[in-house]
């Protein structure tokens, strides 16, 4: 830690440019190794790396920018400002549906910022998490600055965030293992970062764009299975254009090719794992009893689908708020419709989570847009968009118990990984 922190700005911002640089040239071998291992479509595996190369790229630039203020001081002729420094050896625990753009968005601004990393990735994706560290040692990353553990999380995660040298905490998955992690940091009295579930709802009011709303949400509910955090999960409706909208939305999911990972036309594809799979399968079987199922509901066995965890599309209308299948993350291929008679109501159904992540609002009216932006109880809030993922340089974060209430990526990711250090300088003898 201590020759890390002690390399100046373009030093670090020197290799984590070259780790860029690398990282951009092994495009299609990191993203086709990535689509083999966890099932993420090759359309959007090959992008996740090319936004790896962003993060990288943004955080590299960011070693060379200010960090501290000058603050103006009570006594005359005093100097007074701030310097932020590193937190110390940061703990990157990360999940398996990101395997190269959450780690990066958790390690660059560490990194960049003069800290050291212990990466535990995701067991799922050990062999991605291997390429990405060969990235940084032939971009001269020097020895011991990351630092890379396999192994389930249950082995190795706690006795990892319990370690005494470890200062910092930043993690992504599920609510409960977070919950037990922020217990552990709270005891140790260090820095923890939480990123965990979404129960992420799309508005669309009468005025909306059917057409593209019925796109962007099949796509956020339904691409590489629905296994994203940010992935769409509900679909509130006004009643005027409920009918109209539920046959377009089918017409755009039965558009997704379901497929292997590794096909160029898959947009679906697998779940990833055998309990994955039967766990979407019990919540289908669940919400048909709570609404009506207008599409998919079972596995899919079609030719070679048969033989992996394939499950297909599957759209349940007229659900209850308050069901299970529209209060608790399913993380597949599952989107259900509710119904709403105004843009109050439609905000308080989906203000009525234990989640806060992401949303989006379909509507012309900029009057509806504006009062929905401040009652959304939500961390990231988009108009006439899906609510899948966030711009590589803009803030990520959810509000409720979708996060601990701070953010990652770009201006914000600097709160994290440093501490900040109040000096004042006055005269001798004064």
Not at 155 to 183: C, D, H, K, M, Y
Not at 398 to 416: K, L, T, Y
Request: hydrophobic share 45%.
């Amino acid at each position: 830690f201590k020759s890390w922190r002690a390399k100046t700005g373009p030093e670090r911002a020197e290799i984590l440019y070259r780790a860029a640089n690398i990282l951009a040239e092994r495009r299609q071998e990191i993203g086709t190794l990535l689509a083999q291992e966890v099932g993420k479509p090759l359309g959007e595996a090959i992008p996740e790396v090319d936004r790896g190369v962003m993060i990288l790229r943004y955080f590299a630039s960011e070693c060379v920018h200010p960090q501290g203020q000058v603050i103006p001081a009570q006594k005359a002729g005093s100097l007074q400002f701030t310097l932020r420094q590193p937190v110390g050896p940061v703990a990157v625990i990360s999940p398996w549906n990101f395997p190269v753009a959450i780690p990066l968005w958790k390690m660059a601004p560490a990194l960049a910022y003069g800290n050291t990393v212990v990466w535990k990735p995701a067991e799922v994706a050990s062999f991605t998490a291997a390429r990405i560290v060969e990235v940084f040692d032939s971009a001269g990353l020097p020895a011991g600055v990351l630092n890379l553990i396999l192994g389930k999380g249950s082995r190795v995660g706690t006795p990892l965030v319990e370690q005494e040298g470890i200062r910092a905490i930043t993690f992504t998955g599920s609510n409960g293992v977070g919950a037990g992690i922020a217990e552990i940091a709270a005891r140790r009295n260090i820095k923890y970062q939480l990123e965990m579930g979404g129960k992420n709802p799309a508005l669309v009011l009468g005025d909306a764009d059917m057409d593209q709303a019925a796109k962007l949400i099949a796509a956020g509910a339904m691409r590489y299975a629905g296994q994203k955090c940010t992935a769409t999960s509900r679909a509130i409706v006004t009643r005027d254009v409920a009918d109209q909208f539920v046959q377009r939305l089918k017409a755009e999911i039965q558009a997704l090719p379901l497929a292997p990972a590794v096909d160029p036309k898959s947009a679906v594809g697998p779940l990833i794992t055998k309990d994955s799979l039967q766990k979407v399968a019990s919540y289908a079987e669940t919400g048909a009893k709570s609404g009506q199922t207008v599409l998919g509901g079972d596995y899919a066995t079609t030719g070679d689908l048969k033989n992996g965890y394939f499950f297909q599309p599957t759209l349940i209308v007229d659900v209850p708020p308050n069901s299970p299948i529209a209060q608790e993350e399913v993380f597949g291929p599952l989107l259900v419709v509710e119904l709403a008679s105004s843009i109050d109501e439609a905000i308080a159904i989906a203000n009525n989570t234990q989640y806060g992540l992401s949303v989006s609002l379909f509507t012309h009216d900029i009057n509806a847009a504006l009062e929905y932006i401040h009652a959304i109880d939500s961390g990231m809030v988009r108009v006439n968009g899906d609510t899948t993922g966030v711009d590589p340089h803009a803030p990520f974060g959810g509000m409720s118990g979708s996060s601990s209430h701070s953010r990652e990526q770009g201006p914000a990711a600097i709160e994290f990984f440093t501490d900040i250090k109040t000096v004042q300088i006055n005269a001798a003898g004064a």
